[in-house]
């Protein structure tokens, strides 16, 4: 047993909705697990271990890993849950990786799901937070995104208008995916239109509650090109979840994203990712967040996020396409919303992402964010690695 390379070979993901009173949790499960594994041509018998994750404190009901069994298909299989905020779908991702990676298993399937139409999710983000020094000025996630908006506008100048850019360009995308909750094209002006949650965000500023499960198949470079012609090779991971309380955050810039980007970057030789990078499903919760983190990560100099927004170089058919799939925007089931951002971006490496296909897809990035400006990242690609 040593170490293996990876790739994805499969992705499945349900039809997401605001509600889906239809079905459970077990059931919802099960239809991204079915999907996943018709894709890969595979059975259930086939896997040999199973990472799942939620936000289970949302919904108040635990071991997810247990009472999921019926629709996950991990009877007696080794099955492990993965939980870390709004991180859990790109950390099972990751979690999903390393149990390759390492040899431990030939094929693994990664499920991240939620129903969010079950939950308090405002009032258990609240608990996240330290009651004393953090609890009463930052209860939800909307007022420390509003912090970290106002912070960028004051030190580079970043108006409303420039975040509603990048609502209308994902709103715009996910009119081409038949998965995503929200498929509905805004003009700037509707986005200024609507209520004002916390200035500067307003509601078409921000992500939706979603009820949706998503699935991923990894296999090692001993099986995967047996099992599939079109592969999606994961050429590096990184996590950075550096901060615990927010007063401690760098506020206008996210040093998670900087980091985490700059060590897939060495691990991968990218020098230019702006140019050698083929598209980003970015886990971007609200609009600024388009603006602000692809400084982070290098694709543009500090203060000039906006421009390159408003050049439309994001914009499908633009020089480097960020979400084709619409992204959190139009999106959010929480547990699993990092892990479609993963499978989005191995679709277009594999070439299966349909009418959202951006051409000649070398390498994509997909990434996660949560916890207290948590960033995980994944780096995909159409070669095996040479490393």
């Not at 509603?164 to 995308?173: E, I, L």
């Not at 594999?350 to 997909?366: E, H, L, T």
């Amino acid at each position: 047993m040593g170490k293996k390379r990876v790739a994805i070979i499969g992705t499945g993901q349900t039809y997401h909705k605001s509600h889906r009173p239809d079905v459970n949790g077990q059931e919802l499960i099960h239809e991204a697990v079915s999907s996943a594994l018709c894709d890969a041509d595979l059975t259930i018998a086939d896997i040999d271990a199973i990472v799942i994750g939620n936000m289970d404190h949302f919904e108040g009901i635990n071991y997810v890993d247990c009472w999921s069994v019926d629709g996950s298909g991990g009877v007696m299989k080794p099955i492990i849950k993965l939980t870390t905020g709004g991180t859990t779908g790109s950390t099972i991702a990751i979690g999903g990786y390393h149990l390759v990676a390492s040899g431990l298993f030939e094929k693994v399937l990664v499920i991240g799901w939620e129903k969010n139409s079950e939950s308090d999710t405002t009032g258990a983000i609240t608990t996240a937070f330290d009651p004393v020094w953090d609890r009463l000025v930052f209860a939800g996630a909307i007022s420390g995104l509003a912090v970290e908006a106002q912070a960028y506008m004051a030190r580079y100048g970043a108006t409303d208008r420039d975040g509603a850019r990048v609502s209308v360009r994902d709103r715009k995308h996910a009119c081409n995916n038949p998965h995503a909750q929200l498929r509905k094209e805004v003009t700037i002006e509707d986005v200024l239109a609507s209520p004002m949650l916390a200035d500067p965000i307003h509601l078409l500023d921000v992500c939706p509650r979603t009820d949706g499960a998503c699935a991923v198949i990894m296999a090692n470079e001993d099986v995967a090109p047996k099992l599939a012609s079109k592969l999606d090779w994961i050429w590096a991971t990184s996590s950075r979840h550096k901060y615990t309380y927010i007063g401690d955050v760098n506020w206008g810039e996210l040093d998670s994203m900087y980091n985490a980007s700059r060590e897939i970057y060495k691990k991968a030789g990218i020098k230019e990712p702006n140019k050698e990078i083929s598209v980003i499903e970015l886990y971007q919760p609200y609009s600024f967040a388009g603006i602000i983190w692809i400084e982070d990560m290098g694709i543009v100099p500090r203060g000039k996020g906006a421009e390159y927004i408003w050049s439309g170089a994001t914009d499908m058919g633009g020089e480097l396409p960020i979400n084709p799939s619409g992204g959190v925007i139009a999106c959010n089931p929480i547990g699993a919303t990092g892990l479609i951002r993963c499978a989005e971006a191995a679709m277009q490496v594999m070439g299966k992402a349909d009418i959202r296909q951006v051409p000649d897809v070398n390498f994509a990035i997909s990434t996660g964010f949560g916890g207290c400006m948590w960033t995980d990242m994944i780096l995909h690609g159409q070669k095996k690695p040479d490393f």
